[in-house]
């Protein structure tokens, strides 16, 4: 028979084990390939509605990817997005089932729905704690986002504390003029950030990293896509041909055409 010590010690190693084992928030993805990561990893934060997801998103993803060397570019789609107010939004599922598809092929990239499970609003700074917190000691976060969105991020919902969390990648996008600098950014936003000109990046006071980053000017946008499916146009080219056979299946975006 087992003694009383010997039964607490295989207790405490199972309870390590499960532990050990329990899943980080990137750890649970739709491919049984996506499970098993190498430590540390870099972790591309890439949000959006995707309504519809298209070519242009996909190539600047994977630019991004192969420029910083990420591990893992996580596509992760917004539940109620906080500044899209003009306009109904895609079902969840449609968004979601998209992105998947589009995704497929590429090992580089992962569908995050980290988004979906909250109530309310997809904040950033939400979904940004949500990773910090679940990350390996020596992981790195990158978060994503367009020029027009990081102009406007000083009425972000704790902005301040965002930069503190990641680094930021910020990219060109087709048809902004701005150039590719803090220059035009709120004395607010300008003031926590040092220019370092023999690494060419801005540095965080915290330590984080600012980068901006051209991309390949691809013009191609979601509502231009969305006004050809309401008005009976050809989309394709402008997306991936899974999606395209998505929306049509769906029946998506026929009844509405937005201004341009």
Same mark, same amino acid.
């Given at each position: 028979?087992?003694?009383?010590?010997?039964?607490?010690?295989?207790?405490?190693?199972?309870?390590?084990?499960?532990?050990?084992?329990?899943?980080?928030?990137?750890?649970? @993805?739709?491919?049984?390939?996506?499970?098993?990561?190498?430590?540390?990893?870099?972790?591309?934060? @890439?949000?959006?509605? @995707?309504?519809?997801?298209?070519?242009?998103?996909?190539?600047?993803?994977?630019e991004?990817?192969?420029? @910083?060397?990420?591990?893992?570019?996580?596509?992760?789609?917004?539940?109620?997005?906080?500044?899209?107010?003009?306009?109904?939004?895609?079902p969840? +599922?449609?968004?979601?089932a998209?992105?998947? !598809?589009?995704?497929?092929?590429?090992?580089g990239?992962? !569908?995050?729905?980290?988004?979906?499970?909250?109530?309310?609003?997809?904040?950033?700074?939400?979904?940004? +704690?949500?990773?910090?917190?679940?990350?390996?000691?020596?992981?790195?976060?990158?978060?994503?986002?367009?020029?027009?969105?990081?102009?406007?991020?000083?009425?972000w919902?704790?902005?301040?504390?965002?930069?503190?969390?990641?680094?930021?990648?910020?990219?060109?996008?087709?048809?902004?003029?701005?150039?590719?600098?803090?220059?035009r950014?709120?004395?607010?936003?300008?003031?926590?950030?040092?220019?370092?000109?023999?690494?060419?990046?801005?540095?965080?006071?915290?330590g984080t990293?600012l980068?901006?980053?051209?991309?390949?000017?691809?013009?191609?946008?979601?509502?231009?896509?969305?006004?050809?499916?309401?008005?009976?146009?050809?989309?394709?080219y402008?997306?991936?041909?899974?999606v395209?056979?998505?929306?049509?299946?769906?029946?998506?975006?026929?009844?509405?055409?937005?201004?341009?």
């Amino acid at each position: 028979m087992c003694s009383t010590r010997s039964l607490r010690r295989t207790a405490q190693v199972r309870l390590r084990s499960r532990v050990s084992r329990t899943p980080r928030i990137w750890d649970v @993805f739709d491919r049984p390939e996506d499970r098993v990561f190498q430590y540390p990893m870099k972790i591309g934060l @890439f949000g959006g509605t @995707f309504d519809p997801i298209h070519w242009g998103h996909l190539r600047n993803a994977e630019e991004v990817r192969e420029a @910083f060397s990420l591990d893992r570019l996580l596509f992760i789609p917004a539940g109620i997005p906080p500044h899209k107010r003009m306009r109904p939004v895609t079902p969840v +599922r449609d968004r979601v089932a998209m992105v998947r !598809l589009a995704i497929a092929k590429n090992p580089g990239f992962t !569908l995050s729905t980290v988004e979906l499970s909250r109530p309310g609003k997809s904040y950033s700074i939400d979904t940004v +704690r949500d990773f910090a917190k679940s990350r390996g000691p020596k992981d790195s976060l990158y978060f994503i986002l367009g020029l027009d969105a990081f102009l406007d991020i000083g009425s972000w919902k704790e902005f301040e504390v965002i930069f503190s969390l990641c680094h930021f990648i910020v990219t060109s996008r087709p048809g902004c003029e701005d150039s590719l600098s803090l220059g035009r950014m709120p004395v607010a936003v300008r003031r926590l950030f040092c220019y370092d000109r023999r690494e060419k990046f801005y540095r965080h006071k915290s330590g984080t990293k600012l980068y901006f980053f051209k991309l390949t000017d691809i013009a191609i946008s979601a509502s231009d896509i969305r006004n050809r499916v309401k008005e009976g146009k050809s989309i394709r080219y402008l997306v991936p041909l899974q999606v395209e056979s998505y929306i049509k299946r769906r029946g998506l975006y026929r009844g509405r055409r937005e201004g341009r």
